[in-house]
């Protein structure tokens, strides 16, 4: 039996089916437990693969139902597809191969330091798509160097939604929180002409 310790809670959190948002023969949905954004799931195998350093070619037809699932959880949540950014973070820290399903929004109290921003909005984030070009190209992920992977924690902090630019989460995080607030006051049902 695997010991538990920190980097073993998500395995703890999948085991007990509660915390199931969706569940197949295949993968299970779980909500992220320190969610970085309005809408924070992961996605993980039901097979015991620890990381996307486990991955081979033979995994291919199991990463695209992981893929078909993060699909079918943002259709739960009644957001777009274009809402969300699905991918794994090149540097994981916690064990078994998990895939982010993460809104864009990114506001949340969970989303505290420059480290947690730039996992998402620099290249320590893996779109679905590369990594899949990768496995069939290199027949497995590499890891990254670690002065690289510094290099991007410490990228300066970048809005994803326009080309504001700063030096403090705070600061970066009211401005996230206008971006929502004027995207949820846009959001009109024009079917009955108010707003939903
Ligand atoms: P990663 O850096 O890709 O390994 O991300 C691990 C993710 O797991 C982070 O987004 C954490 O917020 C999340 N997390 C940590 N512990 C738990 C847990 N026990 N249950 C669910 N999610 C967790
Ligand atoms: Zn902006």
């Known amino acids: 039996m695997k010991k538990s310790n920190w980097a073993t809670g998500l395995i703890t959190t999948l085991n007990d089916p509660i915390n199931h948002v969706i569940s197949t023969e295949i993968g299970v949905v779980i909500k992220d437990k320190y969610p970085k954004a309005k809408h924070h799931f992961l996605v993980l195998p039901k097979d015991d693969i620890p990381s996307i350093f486990h991955l ?3 995994h291919l037809d199991l990463l695209y139902e992981l893929h ?3 699909i079918n959880v943002i259709e739960v949540t009644n957001c777009q597809r274009d809402d969300f950014k699905i991918g794994f973070h090149a540097q994981p820290s916690m ?3 998990h ?4 809104s864009k929004d ?3 109290p969970c989303l ?3 480290k947690h921003w730039n996992s998402f909005n620099t290249k320590l984030f893996v779109p679905f798509d590369d990594l899949v070009d990768n496995l069939k190209k290199n027949g497995r992920i590499e890891k990254m160097g670690i002065e690289y992977i510094k290099t991007l924690e410490l990228t300066e902090l970048k809005c994803n939604q326009c080309n504001y630019k700063t030096k403090t989460v705070p600061d970066l995080k009211k401005h996230l929180l206008n971006h929502l607030e004027k995207s949820e006051s846009e959001c009109i049902d024009y079917t009955v002409n108010k707003k939903i």
């Open 95 to 97: 064990q078994r191969l």
């Open 106 to 108: 990114f506001v949340s």
């Open 112 to 114: 505290k330091t420059k």
């Open 99 to 102: 895939l982010h399903v993460i």
């Open 56 to 58: 081979k070619p033979s």
């Open 68 to 70: 078909l699932l993060s």
